[in-house]
């Protein structure tokens, strides 16, 4: 009889334990759901902010957490979200963390859950950006946006170091002839608002509409076509971002991809978790629960 009690009572402490151990999983799964999340940095493309080696904690609560609808998306079917309210809406030099929106072959906007890039809210729905002379311009704010001028200021380097890096942007194509250096002006889409679009303009918005109707723009006789209906005006069902790395010279952004939909957006980042060095190892302590 005492030997069943035993079983019983260590019956009784794994099944504690387990329970135990569920409820933590659920609770931290919960948090990263709905609170918060960290995501290691690879890249250079924000230094000096935030460098190689170092732990973001994204911010879920500011913007609001993103909820899946569906699972879809793995089989490569459109994403489908709902956002929870947040305390406030994104801002211009947010740092923010998002799903990269292109395939491998940048030809359409796709989600990737696993490609996920860190970078600054350049330009927000409504705005109007340009880059003149290596600074970025934007028609929401009165200020130059240059908040490394070093290094957004290209046109402060030497002709024979510059000429390199000066490459060809958004939408990569010579009607446009737009540069790193000189870019734009270039309308980020609000939802709601209103574009005409023809044969001459439409590239910068190519891959939002055919993103947002699931359908394909194509130019006969100098017409502009949505499948086979023909298009000149067109309104956007979601709002869109265009971001852009600190370390302009060594930046995969919105320069190169273009704008980036809201559903795409995970959170915004206020800290650095911590720092490790990728190669060695070591820790950097003077980084830890960093503010940005």
Known sequence: MNAIKKIGKIFDVILTVILWGFLLIVVA??????????????????EPTIIPGDHIVV??????????????????KPLETFRIKGFRKIRRNDILVFNAPLSDEWRDITFDILKVFAKRCIGLPGDTLSIINGFYHNSGTQDTLGYYTAQLRLSAMAKDDLQPIILRA??????????????????????????HVN?????????????????????????????????KSYIFQENYYFMGGDHVLDSQDSRYFGFVPEEFIIGVVQHILYHRDRNSGAWNWTRFLKSI
């Open 170 to 195: 958004f939408p990569q194509d010579s009607l446009y002839n737009w540069d790193i250096k000189d870019f734009g002006p270039l309308y980020v889409p609000a939802k709601g608002s209103l574009i």
């Open 29 to 46: 799964l919960m948090i990263r759901v709905l609170v918060c999340d960290q995501f290691p940095v690879p890249s250079r493309s924000m």
């Open 59 to 76: 911010n879920k609560l500011i913007f609001g957490a993103r909820i899946y609808k569906n699972l879809d998306f793995i089989d490569g």
């Open 199 to 231: 044969a001459m303009n439409y590239l910068p918005y190519q891959r939002i509409i055919e993103y947002e109707t699931q359908q394909r723009l194509r130019v006969q006789d100098n017409v502009l076509f949505l499948e086979n209906t023909p298009l």
